[in-house]
């Protein structure tokens, strides 16, 4: 089973459209639809009831989002594990100018960033925007 699927799914189950999880993650509703065509398809069940005004869960979808949850969090804490056990330091890059400012994001990082010890942050300034500071984090 794909994780990405399972984490548009999850995606899906928490804006209740597939056009919104689309506009989200940068990718056309059609796409999401075949995802989680995909997961139907895998399951053999419906897990979603579609309607002009959103998704709703199926009761297998209620089950099936209890254990796409589970997946996803072992799948990011193998991830984890796997990176800290070979001491590779992963570097996540933001790119930031006045019209894109990263301070929201800084404060998410500053308040999880002791629980990630084998990654970096770095700010980088956006093309054609010098006014715009480029610290490492």
């Keep these: 089973m794909d994780t990405n699927n399972?984490?548009?799914?999850i995606?899906?189950?928490q804006s209740g459209s597939f056009t919104k999880t689309a506009e989200q993650n940068f990718i056309s509703s059609?796409?999401?639809?075949?995802?989680?065509?995909?997961?139907e398809k895998e399951v053999d069940t419906k897990l979603f009831d579609r309607s002009s005004t959103?998704?709703?869960?199926?009761?297998?979808?209620?089950?099936?989002?209890?254990?796409?949850?589970?997946?996803i969090k072992l799948t990011d804490e193998v991830y984890l594990a796997c990176h800290k056990a070979d001491g590779t330091v992963q570097t996540i890059r933001l790119g930031t100018s006045l019209?894109?400012?990263?301070?929201?994001?800084?404060q998410?990082?500053?308040?999880?960033?002791?629980?990630?010890?084998?990654?970096?942050?770095?700010n980088t300034q956006l093309p054609n925007d010098l006014t715009a500071s480029n610290p490492e984090y």
Excluded: C
């Design 6 to 9: 399972l984490r548009t799914f």
């Design 108 to 122: 998410t990082w500053n308040r999880i960033k002791d629980q990630l010890p084998n990654y970096q942050l770095q």
């Design 54 to 71: 959103g998704v709703t869960l199926t009761s297998s979808g209620e089950v099936f989002k209890k254990y796409a949850e589970r997946v």
């Design 30 to 39: 059609t796409a999401v639809m075949k995802q989680i065509n995909r997961l």
């Design 99 to 106: 019209l894109h400012p990263s301070m929201p994001f800084m």
């Design 11 to 13: 995606s899906v189950v």
